[in-house]
């Protein structure tokens, strides 16, 4: 990397130094340095050099430098007085500096020291590694070996080691190490522990950790830390073990490398152990020990804890602030998260690119596509999407959201590199808007690139949830089938989506034989199985697949109650609705979000209790949503409820009055009970807002092709055989009783005319067109899709 910025130390030791006012100097210290230091300071006669102060008489004055404003002070403080040219002091100033995040002020100081020793060039090495400029401190440190004329020690390793690329690079280090004699060194040996555990090669750092004459809690932790980084949960645990056995004690390092792990494995007894060790040991005061049980009571969703940790924290840094916006994001409370992020702008605590991939979502899920735009204006001002791949992956998830696929798309075609998620994201953003056959386009252009983009388990993920909306169970099955290939069979996300596709598609006998062939030890994959029996009205199952759950300790999510509200909805549960909505703020300690409150006003709409839905959304401790007024407006178009339809209309064009599906929902409840005037009305205001009902869409898969059909669409090259076939069965089902129902349907038209626009409904012409092909093929699948 090439600093071009000024060098302070070359300008300073120039001839305009003669000009340089020594009361400059001063005047800079007594802002910001101990005012006794600074008067001793201020008798010092910059040309009597036997007057100069001593080294020690500055000591106060490095412990005093808090921000790097108070680091260029010393520095000039430290040139007129004529003690920069001690190899001691500068290379404490270049540490100084690069404390601070300035590398570039720590190479101009390097730059500027005639007499390197070891000292000077190990301090640069590591100020580049703490800095993350890696590549840079590899070239220092071949500057040492070839051209100083020094001989590397102990303390030049450990840095140089940590700035490796890859394994091969360490290796050679290694050899170093080996050929200089200092492998024993203990800070050396878990420096290498730590290298080898980093890159996968635990077997390695293990027998290096095995022969270390002796280990000190670093050792101990690289190796634990290894561990937790490669997935061997187990192993971390014996190996704590094994540490206290030996009498260490955990440090902060420790439980911040064992904390993520009980989050991961789901083992909250384990974390409040450690988190009582912490309050114990007095570590309950190191913002990074704070952070990490921050994050950890975040992905238990223990909100309320992280929030009290976070309120009584002495010290915040940026990673606090952007981890509870997080939580809150991941726990499904944007709104909260927001108010966090304001909290920042008031705290004046500056955002960095974390932060901004933290929000992005946080305003995709709000809904708000003004803001939305205005996140992105910010992020493009900066340039930040050109440096950082993950935040326009994270800007497109946020289009997504919002259901605005084509600035998703845009932001797709305009990033500079496309990684993996990048197209992960694409994909899953259509399938998750309904565009499933364009989630499969883009997934067929991804495998068209796989020689610079290789598929993951998000991709399969991403695909398997197209194919699943499509109800294609065909092409479906040849994504397993590379799943197998890849050796992704035992993934839980893989499986869990292959759980899904198989149970959205009908076939719940595969998805339960893929469920007990998958690790069952986190919620995901009951979530997905108790989600499945639940859309297709498969209540008590569900009930029965929640009650094994806890059997077996496995520890309930949000999302869990909310596929159990699901179910209980469709099932027409609602004794059990109501005892698992309590239970899951009684027994399991979490608060319900806006999807539990929709599922509930769900669940008591369609069983016709429309006065206590209404009744526990306005019980709710927040806003509602469209979703929310959605569902009750849908409850009174089935119980035929006027004044409640009316009610919630109003609500939800306050909240939403963009959606034309809920014009269409108010205009049908006016005219099942022949309120035409009103129908009237809500069309033409839907009109004059330039609205337009997005039309519903089914799909059937016949012989491993899916074909969509939408209402009245016309433009299938089999339009007439299924036109014909939708008469013969239209007349059958009239011989056996059937009598159309007109209410919906526009009454300034005949009866003939009614039937012919009934007849063209999505359902009906992918039912006549799978009929029709039966003949054939004897086997097909239909999907349907109500758009609202």
Known sequence: MHFNHLRLGSSLSSKSLHVFKLSRAIGCSRRFLPLSTAAATLKTDPHQPEKR??????????????????????HAILVVSGRFTSNFASTRLLNLYAHHGDACSSLSVFDQIKAKDSYTWNSMVSAYVRNGYLNEATKIFRQFVLTSGLRPDVYTFPPVIKSCKDVNSGKKLHCCVYKMGFQPDVFVGASLVHMYARFGFLDIARKMFDEMPRRDLGSWNAMISGYCQNGDNDAAMSMLDSMRLEGMKMDSVTVCSLLPICAQTNDLTSGLLIHLYVVKHGLEFDVYVNN????????????????????????????????????????????????????????KIKSDILTLVSLAPIVGGMGDISNGKSLHSFIVRRDWMILNVALGNAVMDMYAKLGFMDYADRVFEQLPVRDVISWNTLISGYAQNGLANEAIVTYEKMKKHEEEVIPNHGTWVSALSAYSNVGSVKQGMKVHAAVIKNSLFSDVYVGTCLVDMYGKCGRIEDAMKMFYHIPRDTSVPWNAVISCHGMHGHGKEALTLFENMQVEGVRPDHITFVALLSACSHSGMVDEGWRWFRSMQEDFS???????????????????????????????????????????????????????????????????????????????????????????????????????????????????????????????????????ELRELTAKIKSIGYVPNHKDVLQDVEDDEKDDILATHSERLAIAFGSSMLQMIPRALLMHDQAF
């Not at 509870?324 to 705290?347: G, W």
């Not at 809500?682 to 997005?694: N, P, Q």
């Open 590 to 724: 979490m608060k319900p979000s806006l999807k539990h409150f929709g599922c509930m006003v769900d669940l008591l709409g369609r069983a016709g209790h429309l006065e206590k839905a209404y009744g526990l959304i306005m019980s709710m401790p927040f806003p509602p949503d469209s979703s929310i007024w959605g569902a009750l407006l849908g409850a009174c178009k089935i119980h035929g409820n006027v004044e409640m339809g009316a009610i919630a209309s109003k609500q939800l064009f306050n909240v939403d009055s963009e959606n034309a599906g809920y014009y269409v929902l108010l205009s049908n409840i006016y005219a099942n009970v022949g309120r035409w005037e009103g129908v009237k009305v809500i069309r033409s205001l839907a009109r004059d807002r330039g609205l337009k009902k997005i039309p519903g869409w089914s799909s059937i898969e016949v012989d491993g092709k899916v074909d969509v059909f939408y209402m009245g669409n016309r433009s299938h090259p089999r339009f007439d055989q299924i036109h014909n």
């Open 53 to 74: 102060p001593c080294l020690i008489d500055f000591e106060p004055l490095f412990h005093s430098c808090t921000q790097a404003s108070h680091v260029k002070c010393l």
């Open 292 to 347: 990490a049980l921050l994050n950890m009571y975040a992905k238990f969703g223990l909100l309320g804890i992280a929030q009290q940790i976070f309120d009584e924290m002495r010290e915040r840094d940026l990673v606090s602030w952007n981890s509870m916006v997080a939580a809150y994001e991941q726990n499904d409370d944007p709104s909260t998260a927001l108010q966090f992020f304001m909290k920042m702008q008031e705290n």
